[in-house]
């Protein structure tokens, strides 16, 4: 008897072990990605600064210590710049970015649109870069870049969003 038991558990083990196998554990990508972030030195550093002066300090211990090469240290190094208005700064940052991801564009377009630089939005949305990460539709860039085109009272810049956006579906509702 105690011998069939010990099979039984041997055989249940080995299958919970081939199916375990087979498919790869689910991680939800948030927890994994709020992880990361609180393991992440660039993040504790840039957290404490509370002025531009104190921002570029870090941002140049980054460097120098090589830390500012992250997609997701840069993107908030691009958000903080842009939250003391420094714009310029934001963007030079952006432009060092690799291979910029969604997100990163829409930090860059939000600190645009905060500091009214309605012709910067426009710009930054034309470039070939941001096209290519725009591989959907996303109503919050949409909003932002129609936005600025009614605030520089461009037209054509418009349409031609309209109709980006009527060839993909979007149904954006404008407050």
Request: hydrophobic fraction near 40%.
């Amino acid at each position: 008897m105690k011998r069939v038991s010990v099979l039984h558990r041997h055989f249940q083990w080995r299958n919970l072990t081939v199916i375990a196998l087979q498919r790869p554990p689910e991680i939800d990508p948030t927890i994994a990605s709020i992880e990361f972030i609180s393991s992440n030195p660039c993040f504790s550093l840039l957290g404490i600064c509370k002025t531009v002066s104190s921002l570029r300090k870090v941002h140049a211990l980054l460097v120098v210590h090589g830390l500012s090469e992250d997609i997701f240290c840069e993107t908030k190094l691009v958000s903080l710049y842009g939250s003391f208005g420094h714009v310029e700064c934001a963007r030079s940052v952006f432009d060092r970015i690799p291979n910029p991801d969604l997100y990163s564009w829409k930090v860059m377009i939000r600190w645009y649109f905060l500091n009214d630089s309605y012709s910067e939005i426009v710009q930054f949305y034309n470039t070939t870069r941001l096209r290519k990460c725009l591989n959907e539709y996303d109503n919050v860039v949409f909003s932002i870049v129609l936005k600025a085109c009614s605030e520089l009272r461009e037209i054509d810049e418009g349409r031609k969003l309209h109709c980006q956006i009527l060839r993909w579906g979007v149904l954006i509702v404008l407050c």
